[in-house]
T-cell receptor, first 110, second 114 residues
């Protein structure tokens, strides 16, 4: 079964709006990562947040982690059409592998 | 794509035939991974390698074997392809450090088994 589950499965917004997607997981983690996948391409690493961190920023990305609720959120501010992609969370439990969720499909309309 | 290439990029084959997919990296990373991606299932780990001749199974390893005779190449073999193995296959390498494992992905191979 999937360790991480993203919510919502799909999200449609207008350019300039913020996009928030969530990830829930089941067991303790070393860190949680977010990846982006453009249609027909491989995944691209966006940001990593360690289990002892609560919030992290990278450009227009803001990630939060609540280990007590076993959940994370990814916020993309001032979305652009180029942000249209699928977004995946991945949990690292320290076993040399990552477990990916099923992803959130984000559509940003001009 | 962090120096990762996959070949072939597209393949159509028939049920029962053997298929080998190749992943090649140019940066001498120790860890390499094979995933499959299917609608509704996200990305699932098939096998991974932590060094030459060192491999381990992932979540969906049945029907697949792997080999790593050189650091730069990680091969995924479907001994007798089935229609359920129609999928997009991604190879990844890991840039690992103290308490983190960040992965970089290849462009993918789209495999269709008829």
């Amino acid at each position: 079964s999937q360790q991480g589950e993203e919510d919502p499965q799909a999200l449609s917004i207008q350019e300039g709006e913020n996009a928030t997607m969530n990830c829930s997981y089941k067991t303790s983690i070393n860190n949680l990562q977010w990846y982006r996948q453009n249609s027909g391409r491989g995944l691209v690493h966006l940001i990593l947040i360690r289990s002892n961190e609560r919030e992290k920023h990278s450009g227009r990305l803001r990630v939060t982690l609540d280990t007590s609720k076993k959940s994370s959120s990814l916020l993309i501010t001032a979305s652009r059409a180029a942000d249209t992609a699928s977004y995946f969370c991945a949990t690292d439990m320290g076993y040399s592998t990552l477990t990916f969720g099923k992803g959130t499909m984000l559509l940003v309309s001009p | 794509d962090a120096g990762i290439t996959q070949s072939p990029r597209h393949k159509v084959t028939e049920t029962g035939t053997p298929v080998t997919l190749r992943c090649h990296q140019t940066e001498n990373h120790r860890y390499m991974y094979w995933y499959r991606q299917d609608p509704g299932h996200g990305l699932r780990l098939i096998h991974y390698s932590y060094g030459v001749k060192d491999t381990d199974k992932g979540e969906v390893s049945d029907g697949y074997s792997v080999s790593r005779s050189k650091t730069e190449d990680f091969l995924l073999t479907l001994e007798s392809a089935t229609s359920s193995q129609t999928s997009v296959y991604f190879c990844a390498i890991s840039v690992a450090g103290d308490s983190y494992n960040e992965q970089f992905f290849g462009p993918g191979t789209r495999l269709t088994v008829l």
